[in-house]
């Protein structure tokens, strides 16, 4: 036997709408209620007092008070049709018929009627209790008698020249009355509840839209499963997530921005106002293309990022920023480059190497001992090892030598020529290797990168370092120049390049911007160019140093000069500590920047 497939539950929102409803409707049944039972209660106390006015009138009647007093003292009461013609019928009857109401009876002091409506009544005992009006008092009633439910009031009768009661007057008006006037009063009423419920129904469902749109027809299940995803996610992943809004708001900035962009959590912040890179914001400009990535520069961090346009059936939701940390993995990759060039220099050093010591043994092998002699004294002098460097004695630092020579090997390859100029005295250790590796490795790569596209026969990048002692650590000056056609040569590829009339000072600040390069095409997404240069100078003024440019060169040659100064990378080589300094045996360590030509 076929199972009935199990009834799918109401979705939240129809559950809602049918929850308002019955509100509505219970609201509007019980205002109707009330308020028809506060107009009933109001007719019925206006019968009351009506009543009440009309005895009052036929009992205070003179010719009432003398009736009704001479009948009671007479022994018994009149016969039925001595009553039906006596006067208190008339006055009874009159008042009655003038009035509306339903009855106007007469007794006397023991509750015998002296005037009914009916005629076969006269003569006998009210059917209700008339004592409080025959002991003085006036009383509102509402009972059902012989004549139908009424509401009425009994008044007493006092005789003419006392306060002695001799009878009482009891008024009725019928109760069907007080219904069909509440049955006219009750039309607007119900009009009234009528049109509160079709409101409250239209209010129900235009807020069950409204709830629709902002839940994006999601259950609350849902939605709990979203937020929790959420958390989740965004706070268990190394990139960085930015939500920007549709309204232009951020609404979603998780740990790792917080952590990569140095900055607390910005959620509610105006993504216009938010102190963010401007390249962040340049990727949700309306006409910003999704698949294009930036490098951007945050503190000590290179960072690639990316947006993309977040819809919910074509529905603008806003903006996603993805950032991604590629410190560490340059740093990794500077590492394998330095190895790679050492690597390089030391075969090629090994090879230069073995043929000295065949040749040696050559001497040796032939007798001349003396030509032996002198050709190891100048081995001495020049060392075992030489470097394509011009003047690399001059360099003391083994690791100012050896990052200096792995550079030369490089500058030799594409047929420049790097050398030491004259003034250079470096009497300290590197002390700050990763440092130096950054600034000095940026230097000399972009002046590389200048010579062999400047125009000069010559190719050439002369590097000056001085070392300055100071009670925190020795300030190590780097000069950098080359034999290029400066900077007034940038091709207008590079991001805020000037014009070769715009030369001088617009280019010293326009060459440390941002995605600036001299390459002669524009720099890739992701490939490393135009962070050099800003990073350099982030890192030489977080340290209190600075890099600038000297000259800006002309074409032709010579080329621009940059000078860094780096606070507190060096050591007096005579006091404590000497010798490496830290991490100075690890040469071929560098640092994030070293290929991100300007």
């Known amino acids: 036997m076929k199972r009935p497939a199990p009834r799918q539950p109401l979705r939240f929102s129809t559950q809602t709408l049918l929850l308002q409803l019955g509100v509505v409707l219970l609201v509007v049944l019980l205002s109707g209620a009330v308020h028809a039972w506060l107009t ?12 009440l006015t009309l005895a009052r009138t036929v009992a205070s009647d003179p010719a009432v008070r003398r009736e009704v007093q001479a009948i009671s003292r007479e022994a018994g009461t009149p016969p039925a049709p001595v009553l039906l013609a006596g006067p208190l019928m008339a006055v009874a009857e009159g008042a009655r018929t003038r009035t509306g109401a339903l009855f106007v009876v007469i007794t006397d002091e023991t509750g015998l ?8 009544r006269l003569g006998e005992k009210v059917s209700t209790d008339p004592s409080e009006a025959l002991s003085g008092k006036e009383v509102t009633t509402r009972n059902t008698g012989t004549l139908g439910p009424s509401a009425g009031a009994k008044v007493p009768v006092f005789a003419p020249d006392s306060d002695t009661v001799v009878g009482e007057v009891s008024v009725g008006y019928s109760t069907e009355n007080v219904v069909q006037s509440l049955a006219r009063d009750i039309t607007p009423i119900a009009l009234t509840a009528a049109g509160s419920l079709l409101a409250g129904i239209l209010a129900s469902f235009l807020l069950r839209r409204r709830l629709q749109r902002l839940t994006l027809g999601l259950e609350p299940e849902e939605i709990s499963t979203l937020v929790h995803d959420q958390v989740a996610v965004l706070q268990g992943v190394d990139d960085g997530v930015i939500g920007v809004s549709a309204d232009g708001r951020i609404s979603v900035f998780n740990a790792a921005a917080q952590r990569l962009l140095g900055q607390p959590d910005l959620a509610g912040t105006p993504w216009k106002q938010a102190p963010v890179p401007q390249q962040l914001k340049a990727l949700t400009l309306p006409d910003a293309a999704e698949a294009d990535a930036v490098e951007v520069i945050a503190g000590a961090r290179v960072l690639v990022a990316s947006a ?17 940390d590629r410190t560490e993995l340059q740093h990794l990759t500077r590492q394998l480059d330095a190895v790679g060039t050492m690597s390089t220099a030391l075969r090629a050093q090994r090879h230069e190497f073995a043929n000295q010591l065949h040749t040696i043994a050559g001497f040796m092998s ?16 020049t060392g075992p090892l030489k470097f394509p460097v011009d003047q690399a004695e001059l360099l003391q630092d083994p690791y100012l ?5 792995a550079k030369g090997v490089e500058a030799d390859e594409r047929g420049v020529t790097l050398r030491i100029g004259p003034e250079t005295l470096v009497r300290g250790q590197v002390t700050e290797p990763q440092d130096v590796t950054t600034v000095l490795g940026n230097l000399i790569d972009n002046a590389v990168n200048a010579a062999v596209a400047g125009s000069a026969a010559e190719r050439w990048v002369e590097v000056e370092l001085l070392d300055e002692p100071g009670p ?19 091709p207008p590829g590079g991001a805020g390049s000037p014009s070769e009339t715009a030369a001088g000072a ?6 440390f911007a941002e995605g600036f390069t001299t390459a002669a095409l524009p720099a890739r997404a992701g490939g490393g160019q ?32 940059f000078m860094a100064t780096l606070p507190r990378t060096t050591a007096d080589s005579s006091g404590p500590g000497t010798g490496t300094g830290p991490g100075a045996g690890t040469a071929t360590k560098n640092t994030v920047g070293e290929d991100n030509h300007a």
């Not at 925190?472 to 940038?490: E, M, P, Q, R, Y």
């Not at 962070?531 to 060169?553: F, T, Y």
Request: proline share 3%.
């Open 40 to 51: 009933y209660e109001r007719l019925g106390r206006e019968a009351e007092n009506q009543a």
């Open 113 to 120: 009627r002296l005037a009914h409506p009916d005629a076969e």
């Open 308 to 324: 993309r346009k977040a819809l919910h059936r074509q529905e603008d939701l806003g903006w996603v920023v993805m950032l991604r």
């Open 366 to 381: 032939i007798g001349q001992h003396q030509q032996a002699r002198d050709y190891l004294a100048r081995l001495a002098a």
């Open 401 to 405: 030598q050896a990052f200096v020579g």
């Open 472 to 490: 925190d650590g020795g300030t190590l000056h780097i000069v950098v120049a080359d034999s290029g056609d400066g900077l007034a040569a940038v």
């Open 506 to 511: 617009a280019v010293a600040d326009a060459v």
């Open 530 to 561: 135009g962070l050099g240069l800003a990073l350099a100078r982030q890192l030489a003024r977080r340290r209190g140093g600075d890099v600038r440019v000297l000259e800006a060169g002309t074409p032709g040659g010579p080329g621009a000069v």
